[in-house]
T-cell receptor, first 113, second 113 residues
Framework: GQQLNQSPQSMFIQEGEDVSMNCTSSSIFNTWLWYKQDPGEGPVLLIALYKAGELTSNGRLTAQFGITRKDSFLNISASIPSDVGIYFCAGQRAGGGADGLTFGKGTHLIIQP | EAQVTQNPRYLITVTGKKLTVTCSQNMNHEYMSWYRQDPGLGLRQIYYSMNVEVTDKGDVPEGYKVSRKEKRNFPLILESPSPNQTSLYFC????????????FGPGTRLTVL
């Protein structure tokens, strides 16, 4: 199946630092989504992007839909302990119809106080 | 309360013994989907459904069946489970499609011996 390359795989940072992660694909996507998963829970949507070049913020989170439609990034500013978790990018493939959703492998964010 | 429920939450079974994991949503969502989550592989889509009696394969459908006889329910069926289907399974639903906000269930941890 289609693969999304998400990096980095894990991040160990200090509280207060900014975080940046990204996803790339060899295929074009219509939609890019960023989810966060806490331990023992299902993923929760953070930001949805629907247009190439779109830049969207949700509090301290900012995500962008790449111009080529093959990549997206997520930034977290001034990280806090509750930001710990696994962050997933997900994309809906171009091509019309009811295409499914492909997820990246996740970025584990660990914050040291 | 708007939610997606899955049952059972935990299941240990043996190879070849048919099982069904139920999924139900109370939000009148049209789109429902099943994912499996494995370490190092992230979330992979098994099957999805755009509406009643409309189902499509995701990235890893082999060994699984689904049905969508009612809008609210989307059971996942393993006719003859094998150890490689040991995984954490999530059901999700959204109003309009995979690009809309998907609400995930709490997960079902399945072990096949």
């Amino acid at each position: 199946g289609q693969q999304l390359n998400q990096s980095p795989q894990s991040m160990f940072i200090q509280e207060g630092e900014d975080v940046s992660m990204n996803c790339t694909s060899s295929s074009i996507f219509n939609t890019w989504l960023w989810y966060k998963q806490d331990p023992g829970e299902g993923p929760v949507l953070l930001i949805a992007l629907y247009k190439a070049g779109e830049l969207t913020s949700n509090g301290r989170l900012t995500a962008q839909f790449g111009i080529t439609r093959k990549d997206s990034f997520l930034n977290i500013s001034a990280s806090i302990p509750s930001d710990v978790g696994i962050y997933f990018c997900a994309g809906q493939r171009a091509g019309g119809g009811a295409d499914g959703l492909t997820f990246g492998k996740g970025t584990h964010l660990i914050i040291q106080p | 309360e708007a939610q997606v429920t899955q049952n059972p939450r935990y299941l240990i079974t043996v190879t070849g013994k048919k099982l069904t994991v139920t999924c139900s949503q109370n939000m009148n969502h049209e789109y429902m989907s099943w994912y499996r989550q494995d370490p190092g592989l992230g979330l992979r889509q098994i099957y999805y459904s755009m509406n009643v009696e409309v189902t499509d394969k995701g990235d890893v459908p082999e060994g699984y069946k689904v049905s969508r006889k009612e809008k609210r329910n989307f059971p996942l069926i393993l006719e003859s489970p094998s150890p490689n289907q040991t995984s954490l399974y999530f059901c999700a639903s959204s109003f309009g499609g995979p690009g809309d906000t998907q609400y995930f269930g709490p997960g079902t941890r399945l072990t096949v011996l």
